[in-house]
């Protein structure tokens, strides 16, 4: 053999041997997240845009990546922010002037009173569209807790299923609304999640008769919150049926929030159980949050309450006795064992086919 094939051979053969022995790596997550702290601040939901709202300082607070702005107040000492839509436009409520609390819709720079229902003194915003449309809760005389629809420059109750009890929780942008209403009073199940649209309030099938409770809906429809399953445990509810989504550990799971990808994040635990975690659901696996991020600076994410469609959630957490908001955002993506062995397997065959193309060129020659 001539001296450069010779070469040409040992180079050819010594990387194809030494392509199977990268395939071999330590086990790593498949996905990774990086963590961005937001001191003193409680995440409530977050946006595409990547805007968080909350609280900060007893005060309503929208966070963006270039900064804050505080929301201020309905005139009175506090105010909360609860959710918000592409637009950044914000719901949540607030204290006033004269010592009610009132829901908000926060738009174009300011914030304004939704008023209360039927002489009531308390209302608070809980879902925003992109419409501009809230819904929220209130409470008043001869009525007890509610559940409304702020749309047009107008509040509405929207009913409940049977009972003298509904808390609305979401909205999208077809108008439907959802949340748990009691069914019958002192029945033996007497709360159940709801699906309202066009006027029409409808128990949400679940997989008991047991009680179950929806915390968000998407663009799509789909359903998050938590069915009872000798435990609360976190559901999915989409294409009319209620699928479980399990739990880690024993843990009870709640639903808190989902995209329109169908990915759910919330918590595993109960409050004040120090052993609270946060977790995302997505392509059918639950997985705790905490063992997708890098553990190295010691915080804990004990819930996760939004998650938008480019996969950033916010989160918040805890790093011994300091707490507050956190970002997490995708850092990263590792193939799948699967297809790290399909690519070693492409790169052998690479290798094969390359050494015979040089044999045969090396024999010509």
């Known amino acids: 053999m001539r001296p450069f094939c010779s070469l040409m051979w040992s180079l050819t053969v010594a990387a194809s ?6 395939a071999a790596p330590a086990p790593v997550p498949t996905v990774i997240y990086s963590v961005t702290e937001l001191p003193g601040f409680m995440p409530a939901a977050i946006n595409n845009a990547g805007q968080i709202a909350g609280v900060r300082d007893d005060h309503a607070w929208l966070w963006s990546p270039g900064g804050g702005i505080d929301l201020g107040t309905l005139g009175g000492a ?34 304004s009173d939704l008023g209360t229902l039927a002489g009531g003194d308390y209302s608070s915003g809980t879902g925003i569209n992109d419409a501009g ?7 008043a005389p001869g009525t007890g807790y509610g559940a409304f629809l702020y749309s047009g420059g107008t509040m509405k109750n929207i009913g409940t ?4 009890f509904a ?32 006027g029409v309030m409808s128990k949400l099938p679940g997989w008991s008769d047991d009680s179950s409770g929806a915390a968000a809906i998407n663009q799509k429809g789909q359903v998050t919150g938590f069915g009872w399953d000798g435990g609360e445990k976190a559901f999915l509810y989409t294409d009319g049926s ?8 024993g843990l009870l799971s709640w639903g808190t929030a989902i995209n329109n990808l169908g990915h759910v994040v919330g918590h595993l635990g109960e409050p004040p159980n120090p052993s609270m975690f946060g977790f995302v659901y997505a392509d059918g696996v639950m997985r705790d949050l905490n063992t997708l991020i890098d553990p190295a600076p ?11 469609d480019a996969g950033q959630i916010a989160a918040w957490g805890c790093r011994g006795d300091e707490c507050g908001g956190l970002l997490l955002q995708l ?6 064992p699967q297809a790290m062995a399909m690519l070693l397997a492409g790169l052998a065959l690479l290798g094969l086919a390359w050494r015979r193309r040089l044999s045969a060129a090396c024999r010509c020659a």
Do not use: C
């Not at 299923?161 to 003298?164: A, M, Q, R």
């Open 161 to 164: 299923l049977g009972g003298d």
């Open 298 to 308: 010691g915080w804990v994410v004990q819930d996760a309450v939004g998650i938008n």
């Open 133 to 139: 449309q809230v819904v929220g809760n209130f409470n």
């Open 167 to 198: 808390a609305a929780a979401g909205i999208n942008n077809a108008g439907q609304v959802v949340g748990t209403s009691i069914v019958q009073q002192n029945g033996p199940y007497p709360v159940s999640a709801f699906l309202h649209q066009n």
């Open 78 to 111: 506090s105010s909360a922010a609860s959710a918000l839509n592409s637009a950044g436009e914000v719901t949540g409520y607030s204290t006033t002037a004269g010592g009610q609390t009132h829901a908000f819709k926060y738009a174009n720079g300011s914030m």
């Open 331 to 336: 850092a990263s993506h590792v193939p799948e």
């Open 17 to 22: 041997l030494a392509a199977p022995a990268v």
């Open 242 to 249: 209620m699928r479980k989504l399990g739990s880690l550990n």
